[in-house]
């Protein structure tokens, strides 16, 4: 098992510019979460799908959309980057039970000058 | 909306010396789960507590919920190079298992 995947790894954009996040998991997991990750400031919720054709907003979703392609994957996009979106993003994926154990990938390193 | 504070945000210590970390809740939580991110990696899972008051050990690191569910910590006795890392705290919320995560505590060991 791969476990959760993400592409790319680093990533470069000119403000303006547009990008898809990739994101896949090979676990059967029915929920799927993105978040972002600045110095001092932790992990934030940016979108979440708890189900294949669900997509809900977290704390900070403005400048992004999202899509639950199936119920593997899950994408991030950005539409016209700006500089404040230069972060780490992180997409993560939990099974349905008690323990709410979230699995992460490897994450994405964006930079948007 | 809920909100989960974590102290300290950094902490130094010497190779051999005991770590706490904390973490508080605005909210009662109906559990709390802990991760470590090494750094340049992702949070990897630890543990998660349940119970009102519960202590959960895993080898040199012990996790402890609070009476009240409000509150948690975490111990590492005699810290080794390979505990260096971000630890964050993390409460669930909504219906899709979402997480609120603290703002993690970054340890430092020095050899």
């Known amino acids: 098992n791969a476990g959760v995947t993400q592409t790319p790894k680093f990533q470069v954009l000119k403000t303006g510019q547009s990008m898809t996040l990739q994101c896949a998991q090979d676990m059967n997991h029915n929920s799927m979460y993105w978040y972002r990750q600045d110095p001092g400031m932790g992990l934030r919720l940016i979108y979440y799908s708890a189900s294949e054709g669900t997509t809900d907003k977290g704390e900070v979703p403005n400048g992004y959309n999202v899509s639950r392609l199936n119920k593997r994957e899950f994408s991030l996009r950005l539409e016209s980057a700006a500089p404040s979106q230069t972060s780490v993003y992180f997409c993560?994926?939990?099974?349905?039970?008690?323990?709410?154990?979230?699995?992460f990938g490897p994450g994405t390193r964006l930079t948007v000058t | 909306g809920q909100q989960v504070m974590q102290i300290p945000q950094y902490q130094h210590v010497q190779e051999g010396e005991d770590f706490t970390t904390y973490c508080n809740s605005s909210t009662t939580l109906s559990n709390i789960q802990w991760y470590k991110q090494r750094p340049g990696g992702h949070p990897v899972f630890l543990i998660q507590?349940?119970?009102?008051?519960e202590v959960k050990k895993q080898k040199r690191l012990t996790f402890q919920f609070g009476e009240a569910k409000k509150n948690s910590s975490l111990h590492i006795t005699a810290t080794q190079t390979t505990d260096v890392g971000t630890y964050f705290c993390?409460?669930?919320?909504?219906?899709?298992?979402?997480?609120?995560f603290g703002s993690g505590t970054q340890l430092t060991v020095l050899p």
């Open positions: 507590l349940v119970k009102s008051g």
């Open positions: 993390a409460g669930p919320f909504g219906s899709a298992r979402q997480l609120t």
């Open positions: 993560a994926s939990a099974h349905a039970g008690t323990l709410i154990e979230q699995y």
